[in-house]
């Protein structure tokens, strides 16, 4: 039983980072870097929960607020470049997709994980094996980012020039969705 628990949570965990790497798919993301996404988002998935637990429960209430805040943020500003730039390209110019070199492949990482770090502060209540669970967390979301990016490159094939501007949209909407669960 609990280790179809520990799916479920982590399918839960994952689906941040399947929707953001739909986005990313919609605009054309390179395989290489898809694969550096998907690899990424693996290893935040394991070590954001074993962060959280380490934590424990006292800063969970006050950096799990302020964590999520600035992942919302970095959605929305990302976000919204997508959109801006969907909107002044030439429409028969093709989609470029963000920069996600250097640092900005980890923030984003980061923004999609931040929910596996609140979940780790209350992960040893219901897990035994911690090590198999964060292990299983990881290889969830690094599944399902892949999944998203090729999903994405689909969709994206048959939007066309509108892709841009649905990818920016959705990590706008994740960003409010990471906002609605604070107030």
Known sequence: MELAW???????LGMDAFSCSLALG???????????LALVVAVFH?????????AGQQ?????????????????????????VEAFRKDPNQSCEPPNLKGWGIYALAGSVSLDALSVGFSLGTFVS????????MG?????????????GR????????????LGGTILVLIGIKMLSGLF
Do not use: C, H, Y
């Open 129 to 136: 094996n911690i090590i198999r669970a964060t292990l299983i």
């Open 26 to 36: 919609l605009i054309g993301i390179r395989n290489r870097m898809a694969l550096r």
């Open 46 to 54: 394991v070590f954001m929960p074993l962060i959280g637990l380490w």
């Open 154 to 165: 689909r969709v994206g094939a048959w939007l066309g020039s509108k892709a841009e501007a």
């Open 59 to 83: 800063l969970g209430t006050l950096f799990g607020d302020i964590a999520i805040g600035i992942g919302a943020l970095i959605l929305f500003l990302l976000g919204g470049k997508m959109i």
């Open 6 to 12: 520990v799916f479920a949570v982590a399918v839960a």
């Open 139 to 151: 290889a969830v979301a690094g599944v399902m980012t892949a999944g998203g990016v090729l999903f």
